[in-house]
């Protein structure tokens, strides 16, 4: 998912945003070769999990996504836009969470002994991708329709609040792996890097204040309800954080795995391909005509499987009020929503014919 659909989604759009047309020829040759690797980590981790075929695609991918990073610093033409600074951190991150990833197969030679940094390379890259390249990815895409509307920003005010979000973003790794019952100095750093995340979040907003009437104008209807569903998930997402640096909580969330299966699906759902159907829907990608309605279906399903997965640990207690067990929910959630996305995806084909 992280690969095939958001990384997909970036790489096309960091492209289409910042780099000349007739500069694009390389990044699609390069693009059909991640997408040959993609389709070959599809077949080997289910096969195989983390063997020889696997290591050898996922690491052929990264490498392949480390060339597009430099090629895209070199050829993009404009780099004084805040857009463009988002997109230069945002894959600057990937590059630091491929770090996990490579890591895996030494530790796993390692032995059992080594199974808490096993667990530590894997939250490592999960954190880098979905608070880092992604966040940052989809804060590139918000401001570069800022810009591509004339819409005036405060360059300063805005990379002011995104430098201090990223460098809290480093500490706030601890925030992943805080499960491990970790000394308690790491869970103040933990928490005073989520702090810092909210105070830069506050910053984005009263920066964004005075040209709010402009650029909310400048959306469609469907794409102003959808952003908001995404600020209110984003909204959930850092306090969660910020509540997750205390040390019953983190050990408490670590337990309840279906709690934590949410809070992924609260932020690379509800957070980061909701906002990408904005995007898509405000680059006339999407069918005028229907893709409010299909959006909102979506959005019920996503929040109906958020609720199930909550109660999930406690399904016990409610199995008597509702019928079945979880899985049967989650089953039915989860296909309404593949439903919606298919919905959107056929939208989609229909306005690039």
């Not at 990833?101 to 002994?113: E, K, Q, S, T, V």
């Not at 995104?162 to 480093?170: E, F």
């Not at 009263?206 to 984003?234: N, P, Q, T």
Request: net charge positive.
């Amino acid at each position: 998912m992280f690969l095939g659909w958001v990384c997909n989604v970036l790489y096309l759009a960091f492209i289409y945003n910042h780099i000349e047309a007739n500069q694009h020829r390389v990044f699609i040759r390069l693009f059909t070769v991640l997408q040959v690797l993609i389709g070959g980590m599809l077949v080997a981790f289910p096969l195989q999990g983390y063997g020889l075929y696997s290591i050898m695609f996922s690491s052929l991918h990264t490498v392949c996504m480390i060339l597009f990073a430099i090629l895209f610093f070199r050829k993009c033409q404009v780099k004084n836009t805040v857009s463009y600074w988002f997109a230069r951190i945002a894959l600057i991150f990937f590059m630091l969470s491929a770090v996990g990833p490579f890591l895996l197969g030494y530790i796993m030679r390692l032995g059992p002994a080594y199974r808490d940094w096993y667990y530590f390379s894997i939250y490592y890259y999960l954190h880098f991708q979905y608070n880092g390249f992604f966040t940052f990815g989809i804060f590139s895409l918000f401001f570069k329709l800022l810009e591509s509307r004339q819409v005036a920003i405060n360059k300063a005010g805005i990379i002011g609040a995104g430098r201090l979000m990223a460098i809290a973003c480093v500490p706030a790794y601890f925030l992943s792996i805080l499960w491990v019952q970790l000394d308690i100095v790491f869970n103040l750093i933990a928490g005073v890097a989520a702090c810092i995340q909210v105070y830069a979040i506050v910053l984005f907003f009263k920066v964004l204040r005075s040209s709010y009437s402009v650029w909310y104008a400048s959306l469609a209807r469907a794409s102003r309800l959808v952003l908001g569903i995404v600020l209110f998930c984003f909204g959930i997402k850092l306090l969660l954080q910020c509540i997750s640096a205390f040390p019953e909580i983190a050990a408490m969330a670590y337990q309840l795995r279906p709690v934590v299966i949410a809070y992924l699906h609260l932020m690379l759902v509800g957070v980061i391909t909701l906002f990408l159907f904005v995007w898509y829907r405000e680059n006339n990608r999407l069918n005028i005509k229907y893709d409010m309605y299909v959006m909102i279906y979506c959005v019920i399903a996503f929040a109906g499987m958020e609720i199930v997965l909550i109660a999930t640990p406690w399904w016990t207690e409610l199995q008597t009020l509702l019928l079945y067990p979880s899985r049967y929910y989650i089953f039915v959630f989860s296909t309404l929503l593949a439903v919606g996305f298919t919905m959107l995806y056929w939208t989609t084909l229909k306005r690039s014919v």
